[in-house]
RNA sequence: UGACCGAUGGUGUAACUGGCAACACGUCUGAUUUUGGUUCAGAAGAGUCCAGGUUCGAGCCCUGGUCGGUCAACCA
């Protein structure tokens, strides 16, 4: 029902059609194959989400398979933290499967495939293979073992198999077509010798299928009706067809491999190699560091399973390229802790007030609300006193007028207590503010209902009674990476746009008492700062905080704002001229012209003219036939002409005849130009 | 230089067999608010990479181009 409405990605397209088309939707299966080499980061998710988001829409069963066909690389640990991110978002899978559970059954096929000749053991370096591979534009030349008996072929697999020859010596190639304009059609490797313990088989094996022969196949053995995977498998396709059709069978059900665009997320990297590198580097404390895009990183971070998956949810899934701005999942984040996280006072950056007309002594005890978005969700207590911490950044002595906070002479409230109004400020010798003194007005206690508790001011800030305040390490995290898109510079290497201010640590910041009492998993709101979680670092005597996200913070923002305009702009970077040509430059911006106006119309109107010396005539003369509602097109089309008239050009009849049009037209720029030239 | 894939506001996605380009994030106003949060109301922002063609009508179909990506590991 809730579907009704929904529009459907390319994916579930595909689905549709092969049930329209007559595919019992009994049978659709799907399966989730990370190789256990390393952790589930955000872009997983999507995938993870993709696959098991059908299941759950067609009611069909989803296996978790781990393609461990390379024991150099996986280990058991990849294969426990896999299985806890999956089931932490909240997925069950159908059957756990291992393509290690497969190897009898993919060497008994590849027996089978030497059997009928369509395959042989090769027993060349990876350079000569490599070498006579071809390359994309030019076809490969034929192994010499290529034609070796079948007798010989069996024989020396089976060598192969037992042990009796060193790693690297032997291969088992697939024998295709080695003119194929598919590189990997070209006698693709089916087996290779790697001697090494799996993390399931042991030593039993000490050759082991690559990629292309377990992944097919075991997506035949286990019925999958559609196997998913990222866009750079896309050439695979036609060797994972050619090696079903050597096994299948017109009785059972016959996988389909389609591919879709991996996930990328701005300012972060999303591959387990980097990742890996990252960890090894020491640049993050481990595969879970909350600045990383892991699945495991985010929960410690203090990510709920929801707001990823709603993340996966509304980014959706198609065939581009993309970054997806990390604004988005902020966005899914704060959604979900709005409606959850407990309200809590905790000042980061203490500055100490003292209510001057308030008694030594006297401690009262304050109800604060847990969530104003439940109401439901009951009150806890506050201590309230005489000397209080409060933010450093929520006190100026002369604020002015967009300032809401307090300020000598100003009244603002203290959430859940009392107004106050500054009084006067103690500082040391060379001007840091040590005190503030203020009053407080005795009436106005909050929730008293009396007429002083209801007035009206335009700040409210946060505090700590200092006698009662715990003390814990606060950890806040900024984007790992600098730069939007890390990886995608050729000429540099993603490490060098780390951010080196991505970890800051606060030693000691001051919670609220009730505070004390925090669980690992508990999601907290520090009024007006963020939203926080304990980190697994935290012990009963010495709390550790981290911030999940910061509240959105339109003053922080206009702030912000004011001292980049203060400073000088940065100079657009220079024109990558030649990367594109100019006319086309031209037609991108001119296209878009009649929308702009004053200062960017200009700005619009003289790139053209600067990107018109680099064109040529031969160039711009199919433009002249521009259609008239083009508009745009054609003014950037008379403003290069205007430049190349004034450089020489001589006037050809197309010439006056676009002119000509242009005089009658509407537009009063296309016009105006036109005058000139006439 | 080959093969394949892609191109829709700043970002991510929609638009079922052609029919006024939609949604979300972000941005900007205003109102509300005991969080400069939330909520509510609204606005700006895309002539759908370019040029032709077919059509009454093209983001979608056709032709030609441009730009971007992928493919030549005994990795997955």
Not at 418 to 436: A, Q, R
Not at 474 to 500: I, T
């Amino acid at each position: 029902m809730k579907e009704s409405a929904e529009s459907l990605n390319f994916i579930e397209h595909i689905i549709e059609e092969d049930l329209t088309n007559g595919f019992p939707s009994e049978k659709l299966r799907f399966r989730f194959p990370p190789e256990p080499n390393g952790y589930l980061h955000i872009g997983h998710a999507a995938s993870i989400c993709l696959n098991f988001g059908l299941g759950e829409k067609y009611n069909a069963p989803v296996n978790l398979r781990f393609d461990d066909t390379n024991p150099a690389k996986e280990e058991q640990e990849y294969v426990d933290a896999i299985k806890r991110d999956i089931a932490w978002l909240g997925f069950k899978w159908a059957n756990e499967c291992y393509s290690s559970d497969y190897f009898q059954q993919l060497y008994d096929w590849a027996v089978m495939l030497i059997k009928e000749g369509k395959a042989y053991v090769d027993q060349q370096t990876s350079e000569q293979i490599a070498e006579q591979k071809g390359t994309p534009s030019t076809s490969g030349t034929p192994s010499p073992f290529r034609e070796r008996p079948i007798d010989e072929n069996l024989e020396l697999f089976e060598k192969m198999k037992k042990g009796e020859f060193p790693a690297g010596s032997y291969l088992l190639r697939a024998k295709i077509d080695m003119a194929s304009p598919n590189m990997h059609m070209r006698d693709p490797i089916l087996y290779r010798i790697i001697n090494a313990a799996h993390h399931r088989t042991g030593t039993n094996w000490c050759i082991y299928p690559m990629y292309d022969w377990a992944h097919g196949e075991s997506d035949y053995i286990e019925q999958v009706s559609h196997s998913f995977c990222t866009l750079e498998f896309k050439a695979h396709r036609e060797l994972y067809d050619w090696y079903l059709d050597q096994v299948y069978d017109s009785n059972l059900l016959r996988p389909k491999q389609r591919e879709f665009a991996r996930r990328n997320l701005s300012y972060t990297v999303m591959s387990k190699r980097k990742l890996l590198e990252l960890v090894q580097n020491k640049v993050v404390v481990g595969w879970d560091d909350p600045r990383m895009p892991t699945i495991s990183g985010l929960r410690r971070r203090g990510y709920t399973s929801r707001s990823i998956r709603k993340f996966s949810d509304l980014a959706g899934i198609a065939k581009r390229d993309n970054v997806t701005d990390v604004s988005l999942l902020e966005f899914c984040i704060r959604e979900d802790l709005n409606k959850t996280a407990t309200r809590v006072m905790a000042v980061l950056n203490p500055v100490k007030l003292v209510i001057t007309n308030f008694p030594e002594g006297k401690v009262e005890i304050l109800e604060m609300e847990n969530n104003p978005e439940q109401p439901d969700s009951g009150t806890h207590e506050v201590p309230f006193s005489r000397e209080l911490y409060i933010e450093r950044e929520d006190f100026k002595e002369d604020g002015g007028k967009n300032f809401f906070r307090l300020s000598l002479g100003n009244e603002v409230r203290l959430k859940s207590a009392y107004f106050i109004k500054g009084e006067s400020v103690v500082k040391d010798d060379v001007g840091n503010i040590l005190e503030i003194h203020c009053t407080y007005d005795p009436d106005s206690r909050s929730g008293s209902g009396s007429e002083a508790s209801q007035r009206k001011v335009k700040g409210t800030l946060h505090w700590v009674s200092i006698s009662h305040a715990i003390k814990a390490e606060v950890r806040e995290y900024d984007r790992l990476f600098l730069e939007e898109a890390p990886d995608s510079h050729e000429e540099k290497n993603f490490m060098e746009f780390l951010n080196p201010n991505s970890l800051t640590i606060i030693k000691e910041a001051y919670l609220e008492p009730f505070l004390a009492d925090a669980i690992l998993d508990d999601k907290y709101q520090f009024q007006r700062l963020g939203y926080f979680t304990l980190d697994q670092d935290s012990t009963k005597s010495n709390l550790v905080f981290n911030k999940t996200v910061g509240l959105k913070d339109t003053w922080a923002k206009q702030n912000t704002e004011v001292q980049v305009q203060s400073q000088p702009k940065p100079q657009a970077p220079a024109q990558p001229q030649g990367q594109r040509k100019a006319l086309n430059e031209i037609q991108q911006i001119s296209k878009k012209i009649t929308n702009l106006s004053g200062e960017k119309l200009e700005t619009a109107l003289n790139s053209i003219r600067e990107y018109a010396e680099d064109v040529t005539f031969e160039e711009l003369e199919p433009l002249f036939g521009t259609a008239a509602k083009k508009t745009g097109t054609r003014i950037g089309v008379i403003l290069t002409l205007n430049v190349m008239l004034k450089n020489g050009q001589a006037k050809n009849q197309a010439v006056i005849d676009f002119i000509q049009s242009c005089l009658t037209d509407e537009n009063d720029i296309l016009r105006s130009e036109a005058e000139k030239l006439a």
